[in-house]
């Protein structure tokens, strides 16, 4: 049976009659990076408010470590760190007086400050202030606040918003290492399928406040295998004779469609059909792009 480290059933919230998430089934299994995948404004940041306790949901419930988030909030939330939107911390002082008021807070170990600042790579940066830190070591010194409780399950809203290249690839370094190595969850949240795509183990797609599509991120890959396209003399008589001859095709407008095949059969296909007077005028590799993949879901809002 999957062990599920968040879950949750018919979770609606509801601003003024209108759905801003409406009846979400969200599975995370332990161990996984959960990329949370929506368009701005589909109800992402909602759903994680209301994972943290920080939002009362309208309706539904929300399951975190097997237990009631309603009935065991405060001892959940011990387990769970989080950066939601911009990290909060003081910019007159340096990155380790930051991390030292915080675990003075939480009470765990000052050893654990040296810990969180090595996994974040911020320890030669440590006596810096805060003020004068890229946004990218900004995003870092939130994470490892968040991490300075050890927690099991990490949220992250957005967290390569704004980011320059560097900052994007040494937060994806990060995220990626968290559940391997220090034995995380994490949930992810972006509208950008690109940075989920290098990341996450399993993804949910929202969209205007409904799950669309939620399954490992190889299933949604697989959706981008490439077709061969043929474009013959004879269509419907091409398409009787590879049918007749047990390969597996079907037809898309004015072409011959059939899954990515070695060019080997494709040479095969070919000369099976000059040997029966049908002219092949074009061979043709397409695939789809994730993003296009994402964006046709999120068009006609349906899985896929």
Do not use: W
């Not at 940066?125 to 409780?149: D, P, T, Y």
């Not at 296009?292 to 896929?304: A, E, N, P, T």
Request: proline share 3%.
């Amino acid at each position: 049976m999957d062990s599920y480290i968040v879950s949750t059933e018919k979770l609606t919230k509801s601003y003024r009659g209108q759905h801003a998430v409406k009846d979400l089934n969200l599975k995370v299994k332990e161990g996984d990076i959960y990329g949370f995948l929506g368009p701005n404004g589909a109800g992402k940041t909602t759903t994680i408010r209301m994972l943290l306790g920080l939002v009362k949901p309208t309706d539904g419930s929300i399951s975190v470590f097997n237990k009631s988030l309603k009935k065991d909030r405060i001892q959940i939330l011990g387990k769970v760190g989080s950066l939601v939107e911009s990290p909060s911390y003081y910019g007159k002082l340096t990155a380790l007086e930051n991390l030292n008021i915080v675990h003075q807070v939480l009470g765990v170990s000052k050893n654990r400050v040296d810990e969180v600042l090595h996994i974040v790579r911020l320890t030669k940066a440590k006596n810096k202030l805060v003020k004068e830190f890229s946004l990218g070591m900004k995003q870092r010194l939130g994470i490892a606040i968040a991490l300075l409780g050890n927690p099991k399950l990490l949220v992250l809203d957005e967290p390569t918003n704004g980011l320059d290249p560097a900052g994007i690839e040494e937060m994806r370094e990060l995220i990626k290492v968290l559940p391997e190595k220090y034995g995380m969850t994490v949930i992810v949240s972006s509208h950008l399928l690109s940075e989920i795509d290098q990341i996450a183990t399993y993804v949910g797609i929202i969209n205007e406040g409904n799950m669309i599509f939620q399954d490992s991120i190889d299933t949604l890959r697989q959706q981008s295998s490439p077709s061969i396209y043929l474009r013959v003399s004879d269509l419907g008589e091409a398409h009787s004779i590879l049918l007749n001859h047990n390969i597996k095709v079907s037809r898309k407008n004015d072409s011959i469609c059939l899954p990515y095949v070695h060019d080997k059969s494709i040479g095969d296909i070919n000369k099976l059909l000059n040997d029966h007077s049908i002219s092949v005028y074009r061979i043709e590799e397409k695939k789809r792009s994730l993003e296009k993949i994402f964006l046709d879901i999120i068009g006609r809002g349906g899985s896929l």
